[in-house]
């Protein structure tokens, strides 16, 4: 009853496992996704965060140098042109000694109105702390065209960026006379800073666009893109008039056109008045409604508007895009996830089929158990019935004493094989059984294999056809293991072929897939091997349902000892079978030195009983 009951449980339990595990990997599925948009979402506030950074570094510099930029200023200021240029020099020299990024700056440069309307240019000499006049270089013809323009129009300001220099530009200024009357009437809280400057020049700082290149460019990405495993992502900066003109990249290898689609963008190249001093203390409140503005102590106050960023900064996940490299992130976690199921699928598999053949293991051993049992008693009962009429004198005669004495010999070594077979099954379990290879003849050990088992196969009337050439090279094997091999199959084939009283042994070299070899097949005319029976065959503990319902004697362990002890030779034993009869055959491999042959002194402790 419970036997009937052990199957529904394991299908039971098989479904279940099959279930958990399918509803874990739906689970796992939805987590990681999950896992995956906060993922992206949290890349995406990191590279927003590094651009936001890199940006804001790169511009408080350029800030910076245009905040230097700015004249003193003072109600009642008055300068000439030789004491501006003076104060500029000195300014600029003092920025240099003390300006951590003092190597951003090339040239300084004033240019100064002449009576015609044309500017001037001056290159401050750092060797002597003056400015010398100078010719305009031709990358400033641009420049010189937009600074007189706007100097032209009264209260214009131009750019305060020239990207394709790269420089930044500041207007130098004056205030008009005290006796001059104010452009409008005073209005309350001015603090009378009311008065319009007036543009008397323009000083440039031309950028080091090398050393911006070399130098202020990576150490920015290094500092706000590199992670613990390296750069995640490609930098670019780019014209920001012209994309395609590649300014900066953190791969030389990669044209501009890569960083056309790109995660990030941000402007570089602009002076952001954010990033100015604020309001100084006791300066007049803003009044409402007007746009707030930082005002740097003792300078001009930025332009109106914050200028177009004159560069741009690209950035491109080293995958290709952020999405993609979320997505390779995903399918990583999908497959290693899986896997873990996978294996704990094949795992629970194997502990199922485990726990199947561990039962039916120990059912067979039961079997075994039973069957040797009876096949012990029955050798033990007629040893033990003709020992007693033999000794109560109840037989008496000459012949029926011979007669008793081959029945006790024959139930003798029936029982005796069969404990051999017991203890060779034990030992090979154990791994105790030692064989020794050697080169040994074909033709030897198929004549001691018969040899031994002729008293049984003359006894009941068999006969044998040997067919084994006598050139046939000496295969590589161990002689007494071998011999018990051939024992048991010709033990095999006078058992369940009873019916042809024919036993068919034949020899041949042949072509494996691992070489030539040499194959010893053993042939019946018996009723062959059911289908059913044909894949256990080999199994210890196994016997096939005709043999038990026809009542062969056996335990189950002779083909199973076959097959140990071919494999652990190099060897190999295979089984051909039809309604006309069973052809097992010996494969073995060929001895290197077939002139080695090796003598056979076969061993009987050590033989395997037939099955």
């Known amino acids: 009853m419970n036997a009937g009951r052990r199957p529904g449980w394991s299908a039971a339990v098989v479904v279940v496992l099959a279930v958990c595990l399918v509803g874990f990997a739906w689970l796992q599925y939805r987590w990681i996704g999950q896992l995956s948009q906060a993922e992206e979402q949290r890349m995406q506030a990191s590279l927003r965060l590094a651009t936001s950074g890199f940006s804001r570094e790169f511009d408080s510099g350029i800030t910076h140098v245009y905040a230097a930029l700015q004249g003193r200023r003072g109600p009642d200021r008055k300068s000439s042109g030789a004491t501006q240029s003076a104060d500029y020099a000195k300014r600029w020299m003092d920025w240099s000694a003390s300006a951590a990024d003092r190597n951003l700056v090339r040239n300084f440069y004033l240019a100064q109105t002449e009576p015609a309307g044309t500017l001037a240019l001056e290159r401050l000499n750092r060797d002597s702390g003056k400015f010398d006049p100078a010719s305009w270089p031709p990358k400033f013809a641009k420049l010189r065209a937009r600074l007189e323009a706007g100097h032209s129009r009264a209260g214009m300001l131009p750019h305060t960026i020239a990207e394709e220099i790269p420089a930044v530009i500041a207007p130098t200024w004056r205030f008009p006379s005290p006796d001059a009357p104010p452009p409008r009437p005073p209005r309350p809280g001015d603090g009378g800073f009311f008065r319009r400057p007036v543009i008397t020049g323009w000083a440039i700082a031309e950028l080091d666009r090398e050393w911006i290149g070399k130098t202020l460019l990576p150490g920015l990405v290094d500092r706000n893109f590199a992670g613990s495993t390296g750069l995640d992502y490609q930098v670019a900066v780019v014209d920001g008039g012209d994309p395609r003109r590649l300014i900066y990249a953190s791969d030389s290898r990669l044209p501009a056109s890569y960083f056309a689609i790109a995660d990030a963008t941000t402007g570089l190249l602009r002076v952001r008045p954010e990033l100015m001093a604020p309001r100084p203390e006791g300066m007049p409140a803003e009044r409402p409604g007007v746009r707030p503005r930082r005002w740097r102590e003792g300078g001009f106050p930025p332009p109106g508007r914050v200028d177009a960023a004159g560069w741009q900064l690209r950035v491109r996940h080293a995958s290709g895009s952020l999405d993609a490299a979320v997505a390779n992130a995903r399918r990583r976690n999908l497959a290693i996830s899986f896997a873990s199921l996978l294996v704990l699928a094949a795992t629970s598999a194997m502990l199922v089929v485990s726990t199947r053949r561990a039962q039916r293991l120990a059912e067979l051993q039961i079997e075994f158990v039973a069957g040797v049992s009876h096949e012990l ?6 040893i033990c019935s003709a020992g007693d009429n033999l000794a109560d004198g109840l037989i008496a005669e000459a012949r029926h004493v011979r007669r008793y004495g081959a029945v006790i010999r024959q139930e003798g070594r029936r029982l005796a094989e069969m404990v051999d077979q017991i203890l060779v099954f034990a030992a090979a379990q154990t791994g105790r059984v030692k064989y020794n290879p050697q080169p040994v003849a074909v033709a030897k050990i198929v004549d ?82 059911a289908s059913g029976d044909l894949p256990h065959i080999f199994e210890p503990f196994y016997r096939g349902r005709d043999a038990a319902a026809a009542q062969i004697r056996g335990a189950g362990l002779g083909l199973s000892l076959v097959r140990r002890s071919m494999e652990a030779q190099g060897g190999a034993v295979t089984v051909a079978t039809s309604a006309e009869g069973s052809c097992f055959t010996l494969h073995l491999p060929i001895a290197p030195e077939p002139e080695a042959v090796a003598s056979i002194i076969p061993v009987q402790s050590d033989a395997v009983a037939p099955d």
């Open 448 to 529: 001691c294999a018969v040899d031994a088992c002729g008293p049984e196969l003359r006894e009941g009337g068999w006969r044998i056809e040997k067919s084994v050439p006598s050139g046939l090279p000496a295969v590589m094997a161990d002689p007494n293991a071998l011999t018990d091999c051939l024992r048991n199959l010709i033990g095999n084939a006078s058992k369940y072929g009873r019916s042809g009283l024919w036993i068919g042994i034949a020899a041949e070299v042949a072509a494996a897939r691992r070489g030539t070899e040499i194959r010893i097949g053993v042939r019946d005319r018996g009723p062959g091997i």
């Open 377 to 382: 008693r029955t050798p033990v009962s007629v």
